[in-house]
């Protein structure tokens, strides 16, 4: 199975300050046929399901705001959350699924400083 | 508005079944893969299985391979997942999350509130 390894496991920003979470997979998940990462972040609050923030390591799902960015490519993959803000607050997953089982990762708690 | 509303779920003992539904709105269901994804109390989402919307094709866990089983009804907009020979560690809270085409390999864009099923003694 990909094995797909968060850093931090958890972190903690001040408000308004950047923060930043990464990504790894074990193979890389870039589909030179469509050129796109198959790979995508994730948001959960407690006791809401995950809500997709980010769609192909780096396309920003409809309504998200503008400061959650993905980048990256093949296997290293980050989130920013450029100036944190209080209702960010929750636990971040990237989940591959270019390779079935399609893992995620073991999630970044990310708390107010 | 897409809506995803799990059912089913429950306690039960360990080698039991138990059949989740998953009833779907708000968007051409034939059209879309979905999938199963559980979250046991305190852990990280662990996907269980996929069924696609184009040819009808099936992935699962190694996890559960060979005791869960995946299904559509198209005509009734609603997947099911058949959980048979259930253990202790099946226990989670079990999502129905829709796939933004019908590929399998497309992450989930839209999640059900999810189910809880609890096996224990």
């Known amino acids: 199975d990909v094995v797909v390894t968060q850093s931090p496991d958890s972190l903690a920003v001040s408000l308004g300050e950047r923060a930043t979470i990464n990504c790894k997979s074990s193979?890389?998940?870039?589909?030179?046929?469509?050129?796109?990462?198959?790979l995508a972040w994730y948001q959960q609050k407690p006791g809401q399901p995950p809500k997709r923030l980010i769609f192909?390591?780096?396309l920003r799902e409809s309504g998200v705001p503008d400061r959650f960015s993905g980048s990256g490519s093949g296997t290293d993959f980050t989130l920013t959350i450029s100036s944190l803000q209080a209702e960010d607050v929750a636990v971040y997953y990237c989940?591959?699924?270019?390779?079935?089982?399609?893992?995620f990762g073991q999630g970044t708690r990310l708390e107010i400083k | 508005e897409v809506q995803l509303v799990e059912s089913g779920g429950g306690l039960v003992q360990p080698g039991g079944s138990l059949r989740l539904s998953c009833a779907a709105s708000?968007?051409?269901?034939?059209?879309?893969?979905m999938s199963w994804v559980r979250q046991a109390p305190g852990k990280g989402p662990e996907w269980v299985s996929v069924?696609?919307?184009?040819?009808?094709?099936?992935y699962y866990a190694d996890s559960v391979r060979g005791r869960f089983t995946i299904s559509r009804d198209n005509s009734k907009n609603t997947l099911f997942l058949q959980l048979n020979s259930l253990r202790v560690e099946d226990t989670a809270v079990y999502y129905c999350?829709?796939?933004?085409?019908?590929?399998?390999?497309?992450?989930?864009?839209?999640w059900g509130q999810g189910t809880l099923v609890t096996v224990c003694s």
């Open positions: 708000g968007f051409t269901f034939s059209n879309y893969a």
């Open positions: 193979q890389s998940v870039f589909h030179s046929s469509n050129n796109n990462n198959y």
């Open positions: 999350a829709k796939a933004e085409g019908s590929s399998c390999y497309r992450s989930s864009d839209c």
């Open positions: 069924i696609c919307g184009s040819d009808n094709n099936t």
């Open positions: 989940q591959q699924h270019y390779y079935t089982p399609f893992t």
């Open positions: 192909w390591a780096s």
